[in-house]
């Protein structure tokens, strides 16, 4: 190492001296040097302090509240080996989702995990929770994400997990939705496979939407058609469309008032569903409106005539339309009420399940 007299030579004649960080007293420009990163004090320290890594040959740089190392050279973030999922559907039920992150640092920096969420303008934070979310915590990458189970926070927020090395983080981003049933639902097709003990095509069937009550707004009625569906191409031949009924409609609708009320529903008195009545046995009927679509978070659908104990409806199953395209696969349907004889003429499907 160079002698400090030559170093003062080299200097008044321009060129260029080497002086230990060592030597660099406290309070004299620069960084002061500790021997790693336990050395770093928590206390004492005033906003802008520089201290020097020896075991890391890195600089840090006191902010108020902790120790930021500085970079220099070319820059890169953590890269990670497991990526968030892009896209989580939170339960309705309030039971939690997880997402995981693991990142590593090329030059051996540990990581750490932090988050946070927008939806339009709005920022979220760990202390300022988007609403479709009542809890976040983390624990070595793992965020445990605990929904809203209220239908008022319904919604998509983008959450962003960010992997830090102390100095550059990486962000992931994963949309979180929250809905409440089927959304958009513009129709709904039955396939009716068993009539019961009475051979004919007869149903009443409704959606409760999003908010709890009888999707039955005027204008759906007037807009709403009803068409024969293959296999069959017959028409309804003694009437279809939206009747009012009451709770004590004896062709099984207060069935439906019954279970709805058990399950927390509210419907009102009287209430409207969309009907059927056909002639042939198992026709198939498309009911679609143009109203625009519905969160539906039940479906009823029964046949069941109390005065006579006729059966009509004993089975089948439900596509639905989805801002006008029909679903591939067909729904089953839960059987609530047994009309007699074995034949259970009342049913459901639960969106929210």
């Known amino acids: 190492m160079a002698s400090r007299a030559r170093n003062l030579a080299n200097l008044l004649g321009g060129g260029s001296a080497i002086i230990p960080v060592e030597s660099i007293p406290e309070g004299v420009g620069g960084a002061t040097p500790v021997a790693n990163d336990a050395a770093l004090p928590v206390s004492g320290n005033s906003t802008g302090d520089l201290k020097f890594n020896q075991a890391k040959k890195t600089v840090h740089v006191w902010d108020g509240s902790e120790w930021d190392r500085i970079s220099s050279g070319p820059q890169i973030g953590p890269r990670?080996?497991?990526?968030?999922?892009?896209?989580?559907?939170?339960?309705?039920?309030?039971?939690?989702?997880?997402?995981?992150?693991?990142?590593?640092?090329e030059s051996g920096f540990p990581i750490t995990y932090d988050w946070d969420a927008y939806s339009g303008s709005t920022v979220y934070s760990a202390s300022s929770l988007p609403p479709q979310l009542t809890a976040v915590s983390e624990s070595s990458g793992v965020f445990t994400l605990t929904p809203s189970t209220s239908d008022s926070d319904a919604g998509t927020v983008t959450f962003r997990t960010k992997a830090s090395d102390g100095v550059l983080f990486t962000p992931a981003i994963t949309t979180l939705t929250l809905t409440f049933g089927l959304e958009n639902i513009t129709g709904f097709v039955v396939d009716q496979t068993s009539t019961g003990n009475y051979n004919h095509t007869v149903w009443n069937a409704l959606i409760l939407n999003n908010t709890g009550g009888v999707f039955e707004d005027s204008t759906l009625r007037s807009t709403t058609t009803v068409a024969g569906y293959t296999p069959t191409s017959n028409v309804p031949e003694w009437g279809s469309g939206f009747a009012s009924n009451t709770h004590t409609d004896t062709r099984g609708i207060g069935l439906i008032r019954?279970?709805?009320?058990?399950?927390?529903?509210?419907?009102?008195?009287?209430?409207?569903?969309?009907?059927?009545?056909?002639?042939?046995?198992?026709?198939?009927?498309?009911?679609?409106w143009t109203s625009g679509g519905v969160t539906g978070q039940r479906f009823y659908i029964t046949g069941w005539d109390k005065s006579n104990n006729n059966t009509y409806f004993n089975g089948g199953q439900v596509k639905f339309y989805i801002n006008g395209v029909l679903e591939s696969n067909w729904r089953s349907l839960t059987a609530f009420y047994d009309g007699g004889s074995g034949n259970s003429s009342a049913f459901y499907i639960d969106f929210m399940a």
């Not at 990670?80 to 640092?105: F, I, K, R």
């Not at 019954?258 to 409207?272: E, S």
Request: avoid cysteine.
């Open 80 to 105: 990670y080996t497991t990526t968030p999922t892009s896209e989580v559907n939170l339960s309705t039920s309030g039971v939690a989702s997880t997402l995981t992150a693991v990142a590593v640092d």
């Open 258 to 288: 019954t279970n709805a009320t058990a399950a927390g529903y509210t419907v009102p008195d009287p209430f409207y569903t969309y009907y059927v009545s056909e002639g042939t046995a198992n026709d198939n009927f498309s009911v679609q």
